[in-house]
Every structure is written in C-alpha cells, then in structure tokens.
C-alpha cells in the first residue's frame, strides 16, 4: 500500500542508504481522507502471505484475538408476517452473555428445498434496518431476495433499532487497550449472525453471502476478509482509496496502520464479489482505479469474472438500481439463473414499525447486561483467554499485532563518527543515536543497547553506559520516537488518528528492535537491551518480540501493569487484550 502523491518522496531511502532528513512518521500523517493505492502483487504465494498477515491484523484490530467463546445464541424467531411470496419475522440473538442483536428474518414462500442466506447489515441510514426511501430501502433488498429464493437477515448496528445496549460510538483510552469498540462487536455480531443463518433448517449452510450498503458496506467486507464461510459478496459504495470510513463502527485502532479498504476488499479473492458504485460520493473512481486493483488479485487466482462491477449514476445510495445489480449478481453466481439479466424489483409495502422491532411491547431478557456490565464482562473473558494461552509463538504474535512492530529483516543505517542514524527498508523512519565500537578484552562481541526517556545523551551520561564502556562493550544508543532530538511536532488531528498511525509508545518498541537488528547484522554475539526510567517497559515489551535473544535489565517496579499503568505510561490499543505485561514477561523469561 503507498499513499499518494507524497509518501513516496517523504520516505525514500535511496539504494545508497541515504536516511530521510525527517521521520516519515512525523510528517506523513494517513487518516481516512489519504488517496492510497494499491501494492503490486507478483504471485498468488505473495498475496496470500499478505493476506494472511491483514486477516489476523483486522481480528487483532477488531479485539477478537482470540475469538470469544461461541456461547448458545438462544435465537427468538417470532411474529410472523405472511405476504405473497415472502415472509417475515423478528428475531433476537444472545450473541454474547447478556447481549442482544436484534434483526428480521425474510424467507421466501411458495418454494422448496433448502435455500442460500445472505446476512444484510444496513449502515447508517437515520431508520437503521428500517429505513425505505428512494435512496436506500433495506425492507425491500429483504423481500425481493426473499422472492428471488434466499433467506436473508437484516441485523441492526450496534446502537439501532433493538440493539441498544450500547451506543453506536464509543470506545475511551480505557476501553481500546482491552478492545472494545463498535467495530469488534459488529464484527461479532456479523460472525454470529452467519452461524444464526447456518443453523437455520431451511438454509443451506455452504451457501452463505452478504451484501450491505456505506457502513454496511464496511461490515460486509470486513466479514468477508475474515470468515471464509461467506461464498458471495457485493459490498455497495464503500470500497474506495480516498475515504477509508466516517464512523467509530468503521475504525477501530490499528486497523488500517499500513494498509486501506481496497487491500482489504481484496481478501474476497476469489469468492464472487460484485463491487457497487455511485458516480456521487468517494466510489467515483472505483471503474478505473478500484475495481481493476482488486481485479488484479482475483487474476492471481485466474478467476477474474468471479469479481464484476458495476456503478450508479447516484449519490451515496443502495437505491433500485444498485439492489437490482446486486439482486442479478446474486442470481448469476449462487443461482445460475440464465435469465439472471432480466431480474426487476417489484414494488413493496413496507411494513409498520411495531411488526418489525423485535423489542416493540417487550423487554429485554432479564440477563441482559449494561453497558458497563459488558464492558467488565469483555475484559473478564478476555483474561480468561490470555492466562489460557501459553505457548511463547502465540503470545509474541499477539502481542505483535498490537505493537504492530517486529524485528525487521535488515535496517539500513548511516554512521558518521560516534553518530548513527536508524531506519528500516522502505519505511522512511529515522532513529539517531550514539556509536560507540567497544573492544573487548576478552575478544567476546557484546553490545549494549540503552534507552533512556531522554533520548540517546541522556542514556550515555548514565552509569549503566559507563559500566558497559568499562567492560569493552560496544554501546549503542538511541533516541526511541519522539525523545532526544528524535522530538518533533506530529499532527494528531486527522480522524481517526490511531486507525492508520501506530501510539508513540509502540514506535518506540519498534526503534528498539530495529537498533537490535543493527547491532546482531553488526556482528555482536551477545546483545544486552538496558531500559532506564519508563523507557524499562519500552525494552520489556521490545524484547518480547525480539527474533534475535536479548539479555533485559530494566527496573519495573514503577509499572504494575494494571490499566492505570498502560494510560499513563505505555498507551498501546489492544495491549491488555494480547496479554499485556504477563505476556511480556513471560516471553522474556522463557529466554
């Protein structure tokens, strides 16, 4: 993924090694509103590594590393309504302990045998599921695909409808380390509402689709990169590389650090995907930018009529027109109807608002759980989870995709002197630090890396440098991100700041283990990582995911590693939830 059209001279490293003259983090500042465009991908083995690493960086993103546990949904599928050749129900699910998603059930009558589902999430119309107007009707997608011959659930966002026992926006400081946010649990909701579907006697589980519209058009894509028991898509007006996504419920932490809607679209491959557009809103472009990037990957599969285009001249919408492409992409590609071309939406009569709420005239079940009683539930299991995982490859994976960092195959690096500038292939980061080439007596090659909060003088000025100069030991040190005379203004204002750019703190875990890369590619046969003051977590959680042992000396008896300590101290969205400190140590005592 690249960003248009600064990233690229912002971060060159040119094939002489030269460093950038500022921190690319410091100055390309992505956020929802950046033109990307899409990487190139040479071969299908290439791809499907990527893909690999984007499916578990959007569940990491998402708080569902691991999943929940898939406790009984305790469907109530109830009120009836039987009209000519559909019916419709309402319908309540227990997707978590406690908490309800409520929807319609549309089937259709007069038909046998056991039919494909679609899960149909709505996106941010004022009605939510309910919503009919001419530029979008969520009813009349429900009953015409129910006349075509599928079984489609209609499922309300987080904050619609029946579904209130959260709002649609939420998610504090507190709430991002363990997780919790609008998107994981409407991605939740979406995976639940596919087992609803697949348990369903009249639906045939191995064919299951999902087509949504704006926010629903993020659900579905996202649902789609994640659970491969989706078979057909049409995501509509929301796959786009100038607009990434408008609301909370689109953009969790980490989300998108290092890639865009696009890539992500693309994860489809090669299940049949038809991608709507309008001609009015950030889809514009889709015909020749878009549509032919993800076509791209279908290719790589030698599949590239399983993914079509279509676009509307219409605003933002999931109007007649829009359903009716997606109503005879369904048909060509689930139903091989040869007539699927000729399929019209017939008229509708929506109905009143009290046949359709699954809450009108009742109340939640009697465990339902407050917002805050949820919340606390959320971190409960998730604690569950970590004290059950105990293998070191699981945890450092998990926690490596909440740092979003890693030991890099190779840093680049510029040396003048006692000075040394840091950086990564490609990357355009920018680490100074102090050199100093040691010389053992004993002919032993160790280095001493040291962090000092204060930047790369301070850790020299310290007794810990002064001790390893003695020995011999090479010392290198390093002004981490955003300390030392690595300081510099960096423009937080974007929207959604922490869904595109890593924390400070995880940039500084990264720095450490590019300058630990450096030193073992140096030649050092014994590295010691020293984190002085609070930079002691930084090389915590650095040596965690180290590829190369370190031996750590940091002092952490300042850091608990409650929540308290991770806000003030080490803000890092989804720590808690990957492990957080138990897991660091953990993996540092196990080297």
């Known amino acids: 993924m690249t960003l248009k059209p600064i990233l690229a001279a912002a971060i060159a490293v040119s094939c002489f090694g030269q460093m950038p003259k500022q921190d690319s983090r410091n100055v390309v500042i992505p956020d929802t509103n950046t033109h990307y465009t899409m990487p190139a991908f040479k071969t299908r083995a290439e791809w499907e590594t990527r893909a690999g690493h984007l499916r578990k960086q959007i569940l990491s993103a998402a708080g569902l590393v691991p999943l929940p546990e898939k406790t009984p949904l305790n469907a109530q599928v109830f009120g009836r309504l039987d009209r000519e050749g559909y019916s419709i129900e309402k319908v309540l699910l227990e997707t978590l302990p406690g908490y309800y998603l409520g929807g319609n059930l549309y089937r259709p009558r007069g038909k046998q045998g056991k039919f494909p589902g679609v899960v149909s999430p709505h996106g941010h119309w004022s009605y ?50 363990w997780g919790f946010g609008p998107l994981g649990l409407q991605l939740w909701n979406s995976i639940r509402a596919v087992d609803f579907l697949q348990s369903l006697p009249d639906v045939d589980a191995e064919k299951i689709g999902a087509t949504g519209a704006s926010g629903g058009g993020t659900q579905t894509f996202l649902l789609s990169a994640v659970d491969d ?13 100038i607009m990434q996504g408008g609301s909370p419920c689109e953009n969790a932490p980490n989300l998108r650090v290092g890639t865009f809607n696009v890539e992500i679209g693309a994860l489809m491959a090669p299940r049949p995907m038809l991608m709507v557009s309008a001609t009015g809103d950030w889809t514009k472009n889709t015909l020749r930018e878009e549509y032919p990037a993800i076509r791209s990957i279908y290719e790589l599969y030698d599949k590239a009529e399983f993914v079509k285009s279509v676009q509307i001249d219409a605003p933002h919408n999931y109007n007649q027109q829009s359903r009716e492409a997606v109503y005879r992409f369904f048909s060509w590609s689930v139903l091989a109807d040869p007539n699927a071309d000729e399929i019209k939406e017939r008229s509708i009569h929506p109905e009143m608002p009290h046949n359709m709420l699954a809450l009108h005239g009742r109340a939640l079940p009697a465990n339902a759980l407050s917002y805050a009683g949820l919340f606390e539930q959320w971190i409960a299991s998730a604690k569950r989870q970590n004290e059950a995982i105990h293998e070191p490859s699981i945890m450092r994976e998990r926690l490596a995709y909440a740092l979003l960092a890693e030991q890099p195959e190779r840093a680049v690096s510029e040396i003048s002197g006692e000075h040394v500038l840091l950086g990564r292939p490609g990357k355009g980061d920018r680490v100074p630090g102090i050199y100093l080439r040691g010389a053992d007596p004993r002919g032993e090659r160790i280095a001493a890396l040291i962090v000092h909060p204060d930047g790369a003088n301070a850790a020299r000025r310290s007794a810990t440098a002064r001790e390893a100069i003695g020995r011999g030991e090479t010392v290198l040190a390093i002004d981490a991100f955003q300390t030392g005379s690595a300081s510099a203004p960096r423009d937080r204002s974007g929207k959604f700041f922490l869904t595109f750019n890593q924390s400070d703190d995880a940039n500084r875990v990264q720095d450490i283990l590019t300058a630990v890369e450096f030193l073992r590619a140096s030649g050092a046969s014994r590295i010691r990582v020293a984190g002085l003051e609070k930079a002691a977590v930084w090389c915590l959680f650095a040596a965690a995911l180290a590829k190369t042992p370190v031996e750590l000396t940091a002092d952490l008896s300042a850091f608990r590693g409650d929540d308290s300590d991770f806000l003030a101290k080490f803000f890092v969205p989804g720590i808690e939830r990957a492990g957080g400190l138990k897991a660091a140590l953990a993996l540092t005592a196990k080297r």
């Not at 989706?230 to 995501?235: F, I, N, R, W």
């Open 229 to 241: 028991r989706l078979k057909y898509s049409a995501p509509v007006n929301m796959i786009s590389a």
């Open 128 to 177: 939510g599921r309910l919503e009919h107007q001419p530029l979008g009707s969520i009813p009349a997608r429900g009953i015409s695909l129910a006349r075509q011959g599928f079984v489609v659930f209609a499922y309300d966002m987080v904050g619609y409808n029946d579904t209130l026992q959260t709002p649609h926006a939420f998610g504090d400081r507190r709430e991002q380390l």
